[in-house]
Protein backbone atom coordinates (compact mmCIF):
# COMPACT_ATOMS: atom_id res chain seq x y z
CA UNK A 1 0.00 0.00 0.00
CA UNK A 2 1.09 3.60 -0.50
CA UNK A 3 2.40 5.71 1.95
CA UNK A 4 -0.80 7.07 4.22
CA UNK A 5 -1.83 10.42 4.01
CA UNK A 6 -1.92 12.40 7.66
CA UNK A 7 -4.45 15.09 8.04
CA UNK A 8 -4.07 17.05 11.10
CA UNK A 9 -7.72 18.48 11.87
CA UNK A 10 -7.51 22.56 12.02
CA UNK A 11 -8.84 22.08 15.82
CA UNK A 12 -5.77 20.70 17.22
CA UNK A 13 -3.65 23.31 16.25
CA UNK A 14 -5.42 25.63 18.19
CA UNK A 15 -3.70 26.96 21.65
CA UNK A 16 -7.50 26.55 23.64
CA UNK A 17 -8.32 23.47 22.30
CA UNK A 18 -11.60 22.95 25.20
CA UNK A 19 -14.36 24.83 23.29
CA UNK A 20 -17.00 26.78 25.93
CA UNK A 21 -19.14 24.58 27.96
CA UNK A 22 -16.66 21.01 27.17
CA UNK A 23 -14.46 19.18 30.16
CA UNK A 24 -11.60 16.65 28.92
CA UNK A 25 -11.91 13.09 29.53
CA UNK A 26 -9.33 10.49 28.98
CA UNK A 27 -12.02 7.80 28.79
CA UNK A 28 -14.39 7.05 25.57
CA UNK A 29 -17.69 6.82 26.41
CA UNK A 30 -20.24 5.07 24.52
CA UNK A 31 -22.97 6.99 23.36
CA UNK A 32 -26.21 5.71 21.61
CA UNK A 33 -29.86 5.64 20.71
CA UNK A 34 -31.11 2.27 21.34
CA UNK A 35 -28.66 -1.08 21.37
CA UNK A 36 -25.72 -2.20 19.66
CA UNK A 37 -26.43 -3.78 15.82
CA UNK A 38 -24.82 -6.78 15.18
CA UNK A 39 -23.35 -6.69 11.82
CA UNK A 40 -22.08 -9.22 9.12
CA UNK A 41 -19.47 -7.72 7.64
CA UNK A 42 -19.49 -10.76 4.38
CA UNK A 43 -23.11 -9.00 4.17
CA UNK A 44 -22.55 -5.38 4.93
CA UNK A 45 -22.67 -3.43 2.17
CA UNK A 46 -21.94 0.72 1.41
CA UNK A 47 -24.20 2.30 -0.50
CA UNK A 48 -23.93 5.40 -2.35
CA UNK A 49 -27.11 6.92 -3.76
CA UNK A 50 -29.10 10.16 -4.67
CA UNK A 51 -28.57 12.58 -6.51
CA UNK A 52 -25.37 10.97 -8.21
CA UNK A 53 -24.65 9.91 -11.66
CA UNK A 54 -24.91 6.07 -10.96
CA UNK A 55 -26.00 4.63 -7.46
CA UNK A 56 -22.74 2.95 -6.15
CA UNK A 57 -22.78 -0.23 -3.86
CA UNK A 58 -18.95 -1.89 -2.28
CA UNK A 59 -19.14 -4.68 -0.42
CA UNK A 60 -16.66 -4.22 2.60
CA UNK A 61 -13.62 -6.02 0.83
CA UNK A 62 -14.43 -3.15 -1.70
CA UNK A 63 -14.57 -0.78 1.14
CA UNK A 64 -10.76 -1.88 2.84
CA UNK A 65 -9.19 -1.87 -0.95
CA UNK A 66 -9.86 2.13 -1.48
CA UNK A 67 -6.97 4.42 -0.32
CA UNK A 68 -6.53 5.41 3.47
CA UNK A 69 -6.23 8.05 4.94
CA UNK A 70 -5.13 9.08 8.73
CA UNK A 71 -7.13 11.85 10.93
CA UNK A 72 -5.97 13.65 13.79
CA UNK A 73 -8.47 15.31 15.80
CA UNK A 74 -10.36 16.08 18.64
CA UNK A 75 -14.06 14.65 19.64
CA UNK A 76 -16.52 16.82 21.25
CA UNK A 77 -19.78 15.43 22.27
CA UNK A 78 -22.54 17.56 23.27
CA UNK A 79 -22.87 16.42 26.73
CA UNK A 80 -20.01 18.23 27.56
CA UNK A 81 -16.97 15.58 27.36
CA UNK A 82 -14.09 16.37 24.92
CA UNK A 83 -11.64 13.62 23.98
CA UNK A 84 -8.33 15.27 22.47
CA UNK A 85 -5.95 13.94 20.35
CA UNK A 86 -7.91 11.25 18.35
CA UNK A 87 -6.18 8.84 15.33
CA UNK A 88 -8.66 7.96 13.03
CA UNK A 89 -7.71 5.48 10.16
CA UNK A 90 -10.26 5.22 6.73
CA UNK A 91 -11.80 6.32 3.66
CA UNK A 92 -11.66 9.93 2.98
CA UNK A 93 -14.87 11.86 1.77
CA UNK A 94 -12.22 12.76 -0.94
CA UNK A 95 -12.24 9.15 -2.03
CA UNK A 96 -16.05 8.86 -2.20
CA UNK A 97 -16.65 11.27 -4.52
CA UNK A 98 -14.01 10.70 -6.73
CA UNK A 99 -15.91 7.47 -7.30
CA UNK A 100 -19.05 8.64 -8.30
CA UNK A 101 -20.30 11.74 -9.95
CA UNK A 102 -22.26 14.00 -7.59
CA UNK A 103 -24.87 15.94 -9.78
CA UNK A 104 -24.60 19.67 -8.97
CA UNK A 105 -27.95 20.10 -7.83
CA UNK A 106 -26.60 18.00 -4.39
CA UNK A 107 -26.63 20.19 -1.66
CA UNK A 108 -26.89 17.80 1.39
CA UNK A 109 -25.96 14.52 2.38
CA UNK A 110 -28.02 12.17 4.43
CA UNK A 111 -25.86 9.82 6.49
CA UNK A 112 -27.72 6.15 6.79
CA UNK A 113 -26.38 3.61 9.26
CA UNK A 114 -27.70 0.51 10.65
CA UNK A 115 -31.47 0.67 12.57
CA UNK A 116 -32.73 3.27 10.50
CA UNK A 117 -30.12 6.33 12.22
CA UNK A 118 -29.62 9.13 10.24
CA UNK A 119 -28.02 12.40 9.68
CA UNK A 120 -27.48 15.51 8.01
CA UNK A 121 -24.60 17.59 6.92
CA UNK A 122 -24.19 20.23 3.92
CA UNK A 123 -21.84 18.67 1.49
CA UNK A 124 -19.24 21.31 1.83
CA UNK A 125 -18.92 20.40 6.01
CA UNK A 126 -19.31 16.37 4.33
CA UNK A 127 -16.41 17.07 2.21
CA UNK A 128 -13.82 19.08 4.32
CA UNK A 129 -10.42 17.00 3.82
CA UNK A 130 -10.78 16.15 7.85
CA UNK A 131 -13.74 13.88 7.27
CA UNK A 132 -14.09 10.17 6.55
CA UNK A 133 -15.17 7.20 7.40
CA UNK A 134 -13.17 5.41 9.74
CA UNK A 135 -12.28 1.51 10.06
CA UNK A 136 -10.23 2.28 13.10
CA UNK A 137 -9.46 4.35 16.17
CA UNK A 138 -5.71 4.84 18.07
CA UNK A 139 -4.53 2.26 15.48
CA UNK A 140 -6.96 -0.82 16.40
CA UNK A 141 -9.89 -1.58 14.41
CA UNK A 142 -13.07 -0.17 16.00
CA UNK A 143 -15.04 -2.30 18.66
CA UNK A 144 -18.36 -2.55 17.98
CA UNK A 145 -19.54 0.62 20.41
CA UNK A 146 -18.21 2.76 18.66
CA UNK A 147 -19.36 1.34 14.98
CA UNK A 148 -17.39 -1.05 14.17
CA UNK A 149 -17.09 -2.06 10.91
CA UNK A 150 -17.67 1.52 9.53
CA UNK A 151 -18.38 5.40 11.41
CA UNK A 152 -18.31 8.78 9.90
CA UNK A 153 -15.93 11.40 11.40
CA UNK A 154 -16.52 14.88 11.06
CA UNK A 155 -14.29 16.25 13.69
CA UNK A 156 -15.25 19.82 13.28
CA UNK A 157 -18.63 19.15 14.16
CA UNK A 158 -20.50 17.68 17.74
CA UNK A 159 -19.74 13.86 17.99
CA UNK A 160 -23.52 13.02 17.23
CA UNK A 161 -23.17 13.80 13.50
CA UNK A 162 -19.86 11.16 13.56
CA UNK A 163 -22.85 8.10 12.64
CA UNK A 164 -21.66 4.73 14.01
CA UNK A 165 -22.59 1.89 11.44
CA UNK A 166 -22.33 3.57 8.52
CA UNK A 167 -24.43 1.82 5.70
CA UNK A 168 -24.67 4.37 3.40
CA UNK A 169 -24.82 8.22 1.71
CA UNK A 170 -27.57 9.76 0.53
CA UNK A 171 -26.83 12.69 -1.88
CA UNK A 172 -29.86 15.81 -1.62
CA UNK A 173 -31.26 18.69 -3.10
CA UNK A 174 -32.75 19.35 0.48
CA UNK A 175 -32.09 19.16 3.98
CA UNK A 176 -33.92 16.61 6.08
CA UNK A 177 -33.17 16.54 9.87
CA UNK A 178 -31.48 13.27 10.62
CA UNK A 179 -32.37 10.90 14.05
CA UNK A 180 -30.96 13.42 16.50
CA UNK A 181 -31.55 16.92 14.44
CA UNK A 182 -35.41 15.89 14.58
CA UNK A 183 -35.16 15.04 18.06
CA UNK A 184 -33.62 19.08 18.87
CA UNK A 185 -30.06 18.87 18.43
CA UNK A 186 -28.82 22.06 16.45
CA UNK A 187 -28.92 21.37 12.59
CA UNK A 188 -25.15 21.91 12.67
CA UNK A 189 -23.17 21.94 15.38
CA UNK A 190 -20.11 23.53 15.90
CA UNK A 191 -18.93 23.44 19.15
CA UNK A 192 -16.84 26.81 19.46
CA UNK A 193 -20.59 28.42 18.59
CA UNK A 194 -22.23 26.42 21.21
CA UNK A 195 -24.53 25.07 18.78
CA UNK A 196 -26.11 22.19 20.61
CA UNK A 197 -29.48 22.74 20.89
CA UNK A 198 -31.78 23.73 17.66
N1 LIG B 1 -25.77 4.88 14.57
C1 LIG B 1 -25.67 5.80 15.54
N2 LIG B 1 -24.57 6.59 15.53
C2 LIG B 1 -24.43 7.53 16.50
C3 LIG B 1 -25.41 7.71 17.50
C4 LIG B 1 -26.56 6.86 17.47
O1 LIG B 1 -27.49 6.96 18.29
N3 LIG B 1 -26.64 5.91 16.48
N4 LIG B 1 -25.26 8.67 18.46
C5 LIG B 1 -24.29 9.75 18.21
C6 LIG B 1 -23.93 10.43 19.43
S1 LIG B 1 -25.17 11.34 20.16
C7 LIG B 1 -22.66 10.43 19.92
S2 LIG B 1 -22.24 11.43 21.22
C8 LIG B 1 -21.59 9.57 19.35
C9 LIG B 1 -20.92 8.74 20.43
O2 LIG B 1 -19.94 7.93 19.87
P1 LIG B 1 -19.13 6.93 20.81
O3 LIG B 1 -20.13 5.98 21.42
O4 LIG B 1 -18.13 6.28 19.94
O5 LIG B 1 -18.47 7.78 21.88
O6 LIG B 1 -22.12 8.69 18.37
C10 LIG B 1 -23.03 9.29 17.49
N5 LIG B 1 -23.33 8.32 16.47
MO1 LIG C 1 -24.20 12.66 21.80
Known amino acids: MAEQRIIRSPD ?6 VP ?3 RVTEKFPVLHHGSTPKIDVSK ?11 ERKLSYDEFL ?4 VTVLSDVHCVTGWSK ?4 WEGVSTQVIKEL ?10 IVHAAGGFTTNLNISDFLE ?3 LFAIKHDGETLTTQHGHPLRLVVPRLYFWKSAKWVEGV ?28 G
Open 65 to 68: ALPE
Open 12 to 17: IERTNR
Open 100 to 109: IKILSEAKFV
Open 44 to 54: WTFRIWGLVEK
Open 20 to 22: PGQ
Open 170 to 197: EFTARDRKGFWESRGYHNRGDPWKEERY
Open 84 to 87: LDNT
Open 129 to 131: PDV
